[in-house]
């Protein structure tokens, strides 16, 4: 497995941290995490991460 893969809460957190840096802009975190924006949007699904403001709800998507 890849270091992601062993350690998957410090790929969220990372996401979280690029998001933040780029005022929740996905092309803007994309680009300082140096995935596409297709690959976030995917991690973002993953982790159930939702964007301040945003219609993405994956909530929904969380087994209970």
Same mark, same amino acid.
């Given at each position: 497995?890849?270091? #992601?893969?062993?350690?998957?809460?410090?790929? &969220?957190?990372?996401?979280? *941290?690029? +998001?933040?840096?780029?005022?929740? %802009?996905?092309?803007? #975190?994309?680009?300082?995490?140096?995935?596409? &924006?297709?690959?976030?949007? *995917?991690? +973002?699904?993953?982790?159930?991460? %939702?964007?301040?403001?945003?219609?993405?709800?994956?909530?929904?998507? &969380?087994?209970?």
């Amino acid at each position: 497995p890849t270091r #992601a893969e062993r350690f998957p809460f410090s790929e &969220r957190s990372r996401i979280v *941290r690029a +998001l933040e840096e780029s005022g929740f %802009n996905q092309m803007q #975190a994309a680009q300082l995490l140096g995935i596409s &924006r297709t690959t976030l949007w *995917r991690k +973002l699904k993953k982790y159930h991460l %939702n964007l301040p403001g945003s219609k993405n709800d994956y909530s929904h998507t &969380r087994k209970p």
